[in-house]
């Protein structure tokens, strides 16, 4: 049974960093798109961010863009979510997500992702 697992998450004062990791097992995702999303309490879920195959090619929600950065490496079937500069309004749940049967193009919306994690809690303290 294919999976995604995240881990990384926890509370952390406003100006701080985290790094979030996502493992898959189960199968490689090392050939598929990958994707970090978040939701906080009472809202929709949200792109974060995604990278191709490679991590050559990256989106970064605006909301997050210079502060957060996407990579991966292929060898761990492992991709990373490196947060800076955080803030009390990026508190979330952050998932991870593959899309295994998709496109070469990089997706923003839910629907595009076949395989999702549990999620992590990131907590940010003003």
């Known amino acids: 049974q294919a999976q995604l697992v995240e881990s990384g998450g926890g509370l952390v004062q406003a100006g701080g960093s985290l790094r979030l990791s996502c493992t898959g097992s189960?199968?490689?995702?090392?050939?598929?798109?990958m994707a970090w999303f978040r939701q906080a309490p009472g809202k929709e879920r949200e792109f974060v961010a995604a990278?191709?195959?490679?991590?050559?090619?990256?989106l970064v929600a605006d909301s997050v863009k210079g502060r957060f950065t996407v990579l991966r490496d292929n060898a761990k079937n492992t991709i990373y979510l490196q947060m800076n500069d955080l803030k009390p309004e990026d508190t979330a749940v952050y998932y991870c997500?593959?899309?295994?049967?998709?496109?070469?193009?990089?997706?923003?919306?839910?629907?595009?992702?076949?395989?999702w994690g549990q999620g992590t809690q990131v907590t940010v303290s003003s």
């Open positions: 997500a593959a899309d295994v049967i998709g496109g070469t193009e990089l997706g923003t919306t839910k629907l595009r992702y076949d395989y």
């Open positions: 990278i191709n195959w490679s991590g050559r090619n990256k």
């Open positions: 189960g199968r490689t995702f090392d050939s598929v798109i």
